[in-house]
């Protein structure tokens, strides 16, 4: 079982940054993918970004390609998102999940939600004009 917490969301103006973490309970969080998707009111959940066990391998939306960059410390069971040159349209609830059904190397796996088994709560991100 593998419980998420994230934090970090706020309100910022356009072309701001702002730094989402992802705190985990659980043994296995070591060995699990990451992600992190973000759901936009009246639109359905979308991927952001990626992360393998290691931290080697990343995926990213185009969207955001460029703009933010995700990590992750398993010594401290903790994923981050830090977004950069933030938009009016990244506006959403930024959620993590964590999963250890993806085995494929590729964005189409890693942004498939029905294969996250776990997620947080969410936090907001707005970003004003």
């Known amino acids: 079982q593998v419980q998420l917490v994230e934090s970090g969301g706020g309100l910022v103006q356009a072309g701001g940054s702002l730094r989402l973490s992802c705190a985990a309970s659980g043994r296995t969080f070591s060995s699990y993918v990451l992600g992190w998707f973000r759901q936009a009111p009246g639109k359905e959940r979308e991927f952001v970004a990626g992360i393998n066990w290691s931290g080697v391998r990343t995926f990213y939306a185009d969207s955001v390609k460029g703009r933010f960059t995700i990590s992750r410390d398993n010594a401290k069971n903790t994923v981050f998102l830090q977004m950069n040159s933030l938009k009016p349209e990244d506006t959403a609830v930024y959620y993590c999940?964590?999963?250890?059904?993806?085995?494929?190397?590729?964005?189409?796996?890693?942004?498939?939600?029905?294969?996250?088994?776990?997620w947080g709560q969410g936090t907001q991100v707005t970003v004003s004009s």
């Open positions: 999940g964590a999963t250890p059904r993806v085995t494929s190397w590729n964005t189409d796996a890693y942004g498939n939600t029905d294969a996250y088994d776990y």
